[in-house]
T-cell receptor, first 113, second 112 residues
Framework: DTAVSQTPKYLVTQMGNDKSIKCEQN?????MYWYKQDSKKFLKIMFSYNNKELIINETVPNRFSPKSPDKAHLNLHINSLELGDSAVYFCASSPRMGGSEAFFGQGTRLTVV | GESVGLHLPTLSVQEGDNSIINCAYSNSASDYFIWYKQESGKGPQFIID?????DKRQGQRVTVLLNKTVKHLSLQIAATQPGDSAVYFCAERWEGANNLFFGTGTRLTVIP
């Protein structure tokens, strides 16, 4: 059983398009996150979401918006994609806020052309 | 073999040797630290954690050491195996924060 699953694993799209990445966790965790990993492997928090409380990293452009239909899902919508958005995006979950023992998905490699 | 984390992002060791991966963290108020392992094409995987009220914690073949005085964290891997080849990240949680902040990462390559 996959604890944190993301779809798609690979996504290639043109500049200006709008795309979504889906994430689901079956761990019963209360908190979910989105991280961005750049080409140098640097992992940066984008959002954390707990019980309908959304905490946004202020450096994330407002073209990025997380949406959580329920506690087990946190999807990432990206509008007007730019070349610089190319990266690997990781969804993660943890039992509670604070990031303790966060479990990560396998990542979605987004390539904007 | 030993790395200095941010200044030497790669570390190569012979199979069977011990590895030491270092990390300098940023916030003296951080209260929780985790080491993650990321294999190629996969997400980061939890290895071991330590709270700020501890100096050392041991797991299976791994030991984490915390030196709060100099804001330094290290991961020691005993008898390194080819399967240990990966990028290793330290992550810190700032006191009162809601998420983890990751370091740059160190790529460990185990030479058979």
């Amino acid at each position: 059983d996959t604890a944190v699953s993301q779809t798609p694993k690979y996504l290639v799209t043109q500049m200006g398009n709008d795309k979504s990445i889906k994430c689901e966790q079956n761990l019963g965790h209360d908190t979910m996150y989105w991280y961005k990993q750049d080409s140098k492997k640097f992992l940066k928090i984008m959002f954390s979401y707990n019980n309908k409380e959304l905490i946004i990293n202020e450096t994330v452009p407002n073209r990025f918006s997380p949406k959580s239909p329920d506690k087990a899902h946190l999807n990432l919508h990206i509008n007007s994609l730019e070349l610089g958005d190319s990266a690997v995006y990781f969804c993660a979950s943890s039992p509670r806020m604070g990031g303790s023992e966060a479990f990560f998905g396998q990542g979605t490699r987004l390539t904007v052309v | 073999g030993e790395s200095v984390g941010l200044h030497l992002p790669t570390l190569s060791v012979q199979e069977g040797d011990n590895s030491i991966i270092n990390c300098a963290y940023s916030n003296s108020a951080s209260d929780y630290f985790i080491w993650y392992k990321q294999e190629s094409g996969k997400g980061p995987q939890f290895i071991i954690d330590i709270r700020s009220n501890m100096d050392k914690r041991q797991g299976q073949r791994v030991t984490v050491l915390l030196n709060k005085t100099v804001k330094h964290l290290s991961l020691q891997i005993a008898a390194t195996q080819p399967g240990d080849s990966a990028v290793y990240f330290c992550a810190e949680r700032w006191e009162g924060a809601n998420n983890l902040f990751f370091g740059t990462g160190t790529r460990l390559t185990v030479i058979p």
